[in-house]
C-alpha cells in the first residue's frame, strides 16, 4: 500500500472537523475579548499555573525528568476533571495505568484509556471519542508513520507535535503533552517544543525527597510567575496550599548551619530552611556542592564572606542544601545562606525564632528585595520573632506586625548582630 502524504492523512483524520474558515483581517475593537472558555479542574495548584483552568484549544507540555511524577499528575488530573477525557499513553500498558488510577483518589471524570503510539491512530480515536480533553504520555513515543525516524528523534518529536497544535486548534479540543526531560533540561525534544505550544510547565523535584513544584516557564494565557506545590504520597499528589509550614525541617533543636529564609515563589510568600555544612577538607581540594541552590552564587557568596569578614571557607568542604530538595531562584535567600555558613562554620546555631530576606552584592552589601511586606508578614504569621532584611528596603509600614524587623547594610554587620 502506498504511504499517505502527510496533506491526505490530515484530510482524512479531520474530516469531520470544523472548517478553517477564511481569515481575514478584523478590527481589534470587534474582536471579542474574554471568550476564551475554560475547564477549570479541581486542582487548585494546576489552575492557578495555568493562569485559571485549561483553556480549550490549547497545547500545554509538562517537562519533567523520568520518576518525577508526570503521568501520576496527569492520570489525577484524567480522573479528576468533570470532563470526558482520553488518556493516551505509549509508556504503559492498560493494567498498569488502571492500577495506578486504583492508587489514586478522585473519579469523577469520564476517562478513556488509550494505548497507542501512532499520531494518525490517535488522532483519528480522538476526533470519533471528541473528549474535552486530551493527554499524551509522552511525546517521545509518538511516531507520525509517513516519518521514516524513530520515536523521540527530532523529526517524529516536531511532526507529532505539530498535528497535534493543528488538532487542537480545529477541533478546540486542549492537549497536554507529556515531555521528559534530561537532568540538564538539554534533550531536543521538550526545547524543540517550546514554541509550538500555549503553555510549557515543568515539574520539578529531588526524587528522594516528596515534594513537587510545577513551574510555568511560558503562558499564552497568563502569568509565568506562579508555581505549584504538591507532595508525592501512596496515593498520589497532594496539593500543598499553605507552603511555609510544609518545607521547615521538622526538628526541635537549634543546629549550627540552619538559617531560614523568608522567600517569595512564583506569588507566594514561603519559608524555606537552608542548610549549611562546612568542614575541613580532608582531601587537597576542598568540595563545593549545592542542592537547590545554583553553585556559582555560592562560590560568590563563600568569596563574599572571605573578602569581607574574613572567614576561612577556602580550606573547608562546603555543602549547601535547601530543605525538601526544592530549587530556589529568589535572590532574597543569599541572607539566610550566608548566616547558615557563618552558623557551620563557626558551630553557632541561630536561634529558631529568626529568619531572613536580602541579596547580597559583591561588595558586600545587603539589598533591598522586591515585595518585603509580604514576607515579613508570613514570617509573622507562623510566629516568627525577628526577621533580618536590608536597610535599604525604606518606607515600610511596620507597625501592623508583631515580628521585629532588624536593619543591616552589609555582611560584616550580619556577623556582630546574631553571632557574636
Ligand atoms: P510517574 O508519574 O510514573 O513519573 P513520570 O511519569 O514523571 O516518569 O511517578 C513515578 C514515581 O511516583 C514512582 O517512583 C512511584 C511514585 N508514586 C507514588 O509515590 N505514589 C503514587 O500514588 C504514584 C502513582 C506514584
Ligand atoms: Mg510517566
Not at 469531520?16 to 486542582?43: C, F, L, N, Y
Not at 559583591?362 to 514570617?379: H, K, T, Y
Request: net charge negative; charged share 25%.
Amino acid at each position: 500500500m502506498q504511504k499517505e502524504t502527510p496533506r491526505e492523512e490530515r484530510q482524512r483524520i479531520w474530516k469531520g472537523a470544523r472548517k478553517i474558515e477564511e481569515t481575514r483581517p478584523m478590527p481589534i475593537a470587534d474582536i471579542k475579548s474574554g471568550s476564551t472558555q475554560r475547564i477549570v479542574t479541581p486542582d487548585e495548584e494546576l489552575n492557578r499555573v495555568l493562569g485559571g483552568g485549561i483553556v480549550s484549544g490549547s497545547l500545554v507540555l509538562i517537562g519533567g525528568q523520568p520518576g518525577i511524577g508526570k503521568s501520576t499528575l496527569m492520570l489525577q488530573v484524567a480522573l479528576g476533571v468533570p470532563a470526558k477525557v482520553l488518556y493516551v499513553s505509549g509508556e504503559e500498558s492498560e493494567e498498569q495505568i488502571k492500577m495506578r488510577a486504583d492508587r489514586l483518589r478522585e473519579r469523577l471524570s469520564e476517562c478513556y484509556i488509550l494505548t497507542e503510539t501512532n499520531t494518525s491512530k490517535i488522532l483519528t480515536q480522538a476526533q470519533s471519542l471528541q473528549p474535552d480533553l486530551l493527554i499524551i504520555d509522552s511525546i517521545q513515543t509518538l511516531a507520525a508513520p509517513h516519518i521514516d525516524a524513530t520515536p523521540g528523534s527530532i523529526s517524529q518529536v516536531r511532526e507529532s507535535a505539530g498535528e497535534l497544535q493543528r488538532f487542537a486548534k480545529e477541533t478546540n479540543i486542549p492537549i497536554f503533552i507529556i515531555g521528559h526531560i534530561t537532568k540538564d533540561g538539554a534533550i531536543a525534544g521538550p526545547k524543540l517544543l517550546e514554541h509550538i505550544v500555549d503553555a510549557v510547565l515543568q515539574f520539578e523535584g529531588d526524587q528522594n525527597y516528596t515534594y513537587r513544584i510545577l513551574r510555568t516557564i511560558k503562558n499564552r494565557f497568563g502569568s509565568t510567575d506562579e508555581i505549584g506545590i504538591y507532595e508525592m504520597q501512596a496515593q498520589g499528589l497532594r496539593e500543598v496550599s499553605n507552603p511555609s509550614e510544609l518545607l521547615m525541617s521538622q526538628t526541635d533543636e537549634e543546629l549550627s548551619g540552619s538559617a531560614i529564609a523568608a522567600t517569595i515563589e512564583g506569588q507566594r510568600p514561603m519559608l524555606i530552611e537552608t542548610q549549611a555544612l562546612v568542614s575541613k577538607a580532608v582531601y587537597g581540594t576542598p568540595q563545593r556542592s549545592a542542592t537547590g541552590f545554583d553553585l556559582r552564587r555560592l562560590s560568590m557568596l563563600l568569596a563574599v564572606l572571605e573578602k569581607r569578614c574574613g572567614f576561612q571557607f577556602a580550606l573547608n568542604d562546603v555543602f549547601l542544601n535547601i530543605a525538601g530538595g526544592i530549587r530556589v531562584d529568589d535572590p532574597a535567600i543569599d541572607l539566610a545562606i550566608v548566616s547558615a555558613l557563618i552558623s557551620s562554620l563557626q558551630d553557632i546555631s541561630i536561634p529558631h525564632q529568626v529568619t531572613f530576606a536580602g541579596e547580597v552584592g559583591l561588595s558586600g552589601e545587603i539589598r533591598a528585595v522586591s515585595r518585603i511586606e509580604q514576607r515579613i508578614q508570613e514570617a509573622d504569621r507562623l510566629g516568627f520573632q525577628e526577621i533580618y532584611i536590608s536597610k535599604y528596603n525604606k518606607g515600610l509600614k511596620l507597625d501592623k506586625f508583631g515580628i521585629k524587623v532588624r536593619f543591616i547594610g552589609k555582611v560584616e554587620e550580619l556577623y556582630q548582630a546574631i553571632f557574636a
